[in-house]
């Protein structure tokens, strides 16, 4: 396969043009422009999906750190959002583009009221509880993995209430030690807990994704 190259970025910075030079090679941004998709991070939920059947007609779904909406695009898609047998709720501190099926909210995730907003909304319990939401980078492994850490635990514990008896929840984390708590703890509380890392999650990234289901409530 023909690889692309930048034909300019002397000004840029070498992690930016390293950045830059990944994204024009990588398949699945060329994958996600061709298919319509606002990000390539939908391939990992569609591969994710595919094989553990999370989200079914009519499920109720909720997902943190939605933006840009690549992955609340393909769970409005699966559980029929658009056609009114499904409901899918955003939610990101970032402003996001509005999307048939999809109900965003601009909201902080972390800010204490955010957590009932979210429910006010929702009326109701959830049956999958997505998160992928992460911390700007600050090229410390370390450090990184922490923060990353302290958003999936908050999701975690969101999920805990509002999940529906039998419901899931997937979330990202990163490899540093931590994430095997967290797993430990969701073990406790849902039939099934195991790390998952989809083809188009990078393999060169300590990104993992923490899927628990059967929550017993």
Known sequence: MLKARLTSGKHRSHSSRRWLQRQLNDPYVARAKREGFRARAAFKLIEIDDKYRLLKKGTRVVDLGAAPGSWSEVAAERVGAAHGTGRV?????????????????????????????????????????????????????????????????????????????????????????????????????????????????????????LLAMGFRG
């Open 89 to 209: 709720i955003a939610v990101d501190l970032l402003e996001m583009a509005a999307m048939s099926g999809v109900e965003f909210l601009h909201l902080d995730f972390l800010d204490p009221r955010a957590p009932a907003a979210i429910k006010s909304v929702l009326a109701g319990p959830a049956d999958v509880v997505l998160s992928d939401m992460a911390a700007n980078a600050t090229g410390h492994r370390r450090t990184d993995h922490l923060k990353i850490m302290a958003l999936a635990q908050a999701a975690a514990e969101f999920a805990r209430e509002v999940l529906a008896r039998g419901g899931t929840f997937l979330c990202k984390v990163l490899q540093g030690g931590t994430e095997a708590a967290l797993l430990d703890e969701l073990k406790r509380e849902f039939a099934s807990v195991r790390h998952v890392k989809p083809a188009a999650s990078r393999a060169d990234s300590a990104e993992l994704y």
